[in-house]
């Protein structure tokens, strides 16, 4: 007797997680539609529908927005090394990061806006290509005082392949 309310225990246990895992899944398909839906926004090049993933320019402002339009950066003392720094360029140059697409394609994954938005949150402090663009960007701004769209220009030519 003892072996059957086990084993029925058992199956009911089986049965939750399997109902657990499907609303699982679906809620993940429903989220990864909607930050795909964010992703192909209008501030989307490549609208060939025919263009692979790879050759469309990922999400960013074509017009530049009012720095108090875009959100806070997460503060810069709080990470190391190159990071830090990258994340001290988010703060000083927020606006012309924000007219840069960051080709870690985190506009697919996270909904991502911009580069910019990499600095909201911790996302940058462990991805390469994004504090490598921000810190490009912020030489070429401070050092060979390009615009912000000469600056995305460079960026594509040399993170789009």
């Given at each position: 007797m003892k072996k059957n309310w086990l084993l029925i225990g058992?199956?009911?246990?089986?049965?939750?997680a399997a109902v657990l895992m499907i609303n699982s899944t679906q809620n993940n398909q429903s989220n990864s539609t909607a930050t795909n839906t964010v992703a192909t926004a209008p501030h989307h090049h490549g609208t060939d529908p025919a263009a692979s993933s790879a050759e469309t320019m990922p999400a960013h402002f074509e017009v530049a927005p009012s720095k108090s339009a875009l959100g806070p950066t997460l503060d810069p003392e709080?990470?190391?090394?190159s990071a830090r720094d990258a994340y001290r360029a988010a703060r000083e140059i927020p606006v012309t990061l924000a007219q840069l697409p960051c080709y870690c394609h985190c506009d697919r994954e996270f909904g991502h806006k911009s580069l910019h938005s990499c600095f909201e949150d911790d996302h940058a402090a462990h991805c390469a290509v994004c504090v490598n663009e921000a810190l490009l960007a912020l030489k070429l701004e401070k050092e060979q005082k390009m615009t912000p769209a000469q600056i995305r220009e460079t960026i594509v030519a040399q993170y789009s392949h």
């Open positions: 058992g199956i009911v246990l089986l049965l939750l709080k990470f190391f090394g």
